[in-house]
C-alpha cells in the first residue's frame, strides 16, 4: 500500500501531469507546440540551474564526501552498455551498432528523470544529499564513450577520426558542458553565490520543469505510434533493465556512502536513459544505428515509465535494501 500511494502522489504532483498534458496533446493531434528557440532555453536553464545548485552542495559538503559517489556514477555509467549490449545482440536480435547505440542511451542518463526524482523527494519530505547532481554530470560520458567504443569495434569500422569527433562531441555537446560548466561555477561560488542568483535558479524552476515536460509529453506522444516498429522486445526492455539498473544503483549507492535519499536518486540515474546527449553523440560517430529503436525505446517507453511508476519503486526498493 505504501507503494500505491507514492505511485499515486507522484502522479499527481504538477510536472507529471503537465507530462500526461503533453502526452494528450499529441494523441489527439492539437497543435501544441513549443516553439525549437524556446524548448532549447527551457533544457538550457534547466540543465544550468541544476548544475548550479550541484556546485554550491559540492562546496558546501566537500571534495572528501563526493569524490567515492562520483567514482561510483562513472563506474556504474560505463558498466550498463557492457550487459546490456549482449542481451540486445542475443534475445533482442539487434544488429551490432543498433545495440552499441541503444546500450549507450541505457548507460547514460536523463537529467529530467533525475529532476523528477528531486522534486519527489522533496514532496514527501525525504531529505538527500544536495551534490547528487555532480553524479549526474560525470555519468553521462563513460557509457556514451563505451557504447562507440563497443559498436565501432563490433562492425569493424573503428577510425581515429570519429573517435576523436564523438569524445569531443561527448564531453563538450551542449548538455554535459553546460553541466559541468555550471557545476564547477557553482561549486567556486559557494552559497554566497548562490544568494546572488536564487531569484532566477530556484524560485521559477518548478514552472520551467512543468512547462518543459509538457512538451517532452508531446515529444513522447508523437513516438508513441514508432513502438509498432520496435517490438515487444523492446517494450519489455524499455520496461525491465530500467528496474535492475535502478535496483543496482541503488545498491551501489549505499555501498559509496550516500543516504536512503541519495541513494534512491542514484537508482534513478542509473535507470534512467538519455535522449539528448547520446543521441547527438550517437548520430556522429553511429550513423549507420537506426535512432528510431534507441530514441523510442528511452523517450517513448522508459522515459514515461520512470516519472510515473519508477520513481516510486526505486524508493522502495532503497527502503528495502535500508531496512
Partial sequence: MDLLEAIRANLLSPAVLFFVLGLIAAMVKSDLKLPEQ???????YLLVAIGFKGGVAVSEAGL????LPALAAIVM???IPLWTYPLLRGPGKMSAVDAAAIAAHYGSVSAVT???ATNYLKSIQ????????????????PAILVGVVIGKLKSKQAGDGSIKAVIHETLFGRSIFLLVGALAVGALCGEVGMKKVEPFFVTPFQ??????????GIVAGHRMGDLKKVGFFLLGFGILVPLVNGALGVL????AGLGLGGATLFGVLAASASYIAAPAAIRISLPEANPTLSLTSSLAITFPFNITFGIPIYLAIAKAVYG
Fill in 114 to 116: 533525475f529532476i523528477a
Fill in 64 to 67: 572528501q564526501k563526493v569524490w
Fill in 126 to 141: 525525504l531529505p538527500y544529499e544536495n551534490y547528487a547532481t555532480a553524479f549526474l554530470a560525470v555519468m553521462e560520458a
Fill in 207 to 216: 514552472g520551467v520543469l512543468a512547462i518543459f515536460l509538457m512538451e517532452m
Fill in 252 to 255: 551501489l549507492g549505499k555501498f
Fill in 38 to 44: 524556446l524548448y532549447i532555453s527551457l533544457t538550457i
Fill in 77 to 79: 555509467g560505463a558498466l
